[in-house]
């Protein structure tokens, strides 16, 4: 071994699902199967590419004021990144800094032991139950922060803001990040906690209710404090994290607020019937809250048929194989048309 090997950072990644550019059908990584919003595309065509020889506005000032106008916040509040991963990583770095542990659920988003690791935060992992929900009175001990995604991935089981707000009063001497990834699929969000709780961030995306993965927009809310925080440790990092087609694009998405509630009913529409459908076939499905469905069959060995559905039927779903789930696979709810090709090649592989 090489002498400077020692001084180098290792690190083991997340490991992302397959994005294939082939012609298959594709419901492994939760992204949105309808197009943004039509302003989107709009400001896309219109859009001066001579203004690419300048910085964006490291502010991302305009995105900025959009969303805190959505939200009914002050722009104070309002932190954004370059999809919420880069927000969520952002925020490890800068509020996770005790010898304590960090607490999150062993059944969750994987990235969070990645960055934990990355920056050498300790943590401990909560296990879920058995119907996989998290328990709140297990983060009601000394730590050093809590995450946790709500809805949780990949179960897609929301925890009930009641319970939510538990877990962050147990926790005033600490941080406590809501990861609401999947919140517009589902109940109600923490946002209106942040007045009442001065250690609570809420992290929402661009990338799944919006359909806009491929743009990479994020944000957090909190109270002008903690976000200021956040903005010290980006500009210590890297001020122009925003690109300006990003931040224009944002802000035509935040603008169409009908476009935007009718695709999230759409999705809704399609995942409780898809649900009914696999009941049908004999899968057990949690009762997802989010934009995909976590399954499981009693009579097949899930492996194979993940990879059945792949090679033979070019439909992209995501297995893990990890320890408790290794019995599930993750479906994400795509267009009508996708999920009755799933749905139809399920059915002749259950009969076989
Ligand atoms: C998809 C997802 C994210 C990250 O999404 P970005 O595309 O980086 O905004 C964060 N948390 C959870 C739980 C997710 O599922």
Same mark, same amino acid.
């Given at each position: ?16 699902g ?9 419901l492994n990584?939760n ?27 490291? @502010? ?33 770095? @800068? ?10 659920p062993d059944i969750t988003?994987s ?17 879920v139950?058995e119907n996989f929900r998290?328990?709140?009175?297990? +983060? ?12 949780n991935a990949p179960t897609g089981l ?23 990834? +999947? ?45 200021? +925080? ?9 001020? +122009? ?28 529409? @399609?995942?409780?019937?898809?649900k009914?459908?696999l009941g049908?076939?004999g899968f057990t499905c949690l009762d997802s809250?989010a934009?995909f469905i976590f399954a499981t069959h009693p009579k097949y060995d899930i492996k194979k048929m993940y990879e059945?559905l ?7 779903v995501r297995y893990w194989g990890s320890e408790r789930i290794e019995q599930y696979i993750r479906i994400t ?13 399920l059915?002749?592989? @259950?009969?076989?």
């Amino acid at each position: 071994m090489k002498a400077f090997e020692k001084n180098i950072r290792k690190v083991e990644p997340y490991v992302p699902g397959e994005q294939p550019w082939q012609t298959v059908i594709k419901l492994n990584t939760n992204e949105n199967p309808y197009p943004p919003a039509p302003g989107v595309a709009q400001v896309l065509h219109t859009m001066d590419a001579d203004r690419f020889k300048l910085y964006p506005d490291p @502010t991302a000032g305009e995105l900025v004021k959009a969303l805190a106008d959505y939200y009914d916040v002050s722009e104070e509040q309002v932190f954004v990144g370059v999809g919420s991963d880069d927000v969520l990583s952002m925020c490890f770095l @800068t509020f996770f800094n005790s010898e304590k542990p960090v607490l999150f659920p062993d059944i969750t988003y994987s990235f969070y032991k990645v960055w934990a690791n990355l920056y050498r935060i300790p943590y401990e992992c909560c296990p879920v139950d058995e119907n996989f929900r998290i328990v709140k009175e297990d +983060y009601f001990r000394e730590n050093g922060g809590i995450i946790f995604p709500n809805p949780n991935a990949p179960t897609g089981l929301y925890l009930e803001l009641c319970e939510v707000e538990e877990i962050i009063a147990h926790n005033r001497d600490v941080i406590v990040i809501v990861d609401e990834a +999947y919140i517009d699929f589902a109940g109600k969000s923490a946002l209106e906690l942040i007045e009442k709780y001065d250690n609570l961030i809420v992290v929402q995306t661009f990338s799944k209710a919006r359909s806009m993965a491929g743009m990479r927009i994020g944000y957090a809310i909190s109270n002008p404090l903690l976000i200021q +925080y956040l903005n010290d440790a980006k500009y210590s990092f890297n001020s +122009y994290t925003m690109s300006q087609a990003a931040i224009a694009c944002g802000v035509e998405a935040v603008k169409d607020k009908e476009y935007f509630e009718n695709g999230i009913r759409k999705i809704i529409n @399609t995942r409780e019937w898809a649900k009914k459908e696999l009941g049908r076939l004999g899968f057990t499905c949690l009762d997802s809250e989010a934009n995909f469905i976590f399954a499981t069959h009693p009579k097949y060995d899930i492996k194979k048929m993940y990879e059945a559905l792949k090679n033979e039927a070019k439909i992209y779903v995501r297995y893990w194989g990890s320890e408790r789930i290794e019995q599930y696979i993750r479906i994400t709810v795509g267009t009508k048309d996708e999920m009755d090709a799933l749905l139809g090649f399920l059915e002749g592989y @259950t009969q076989k």
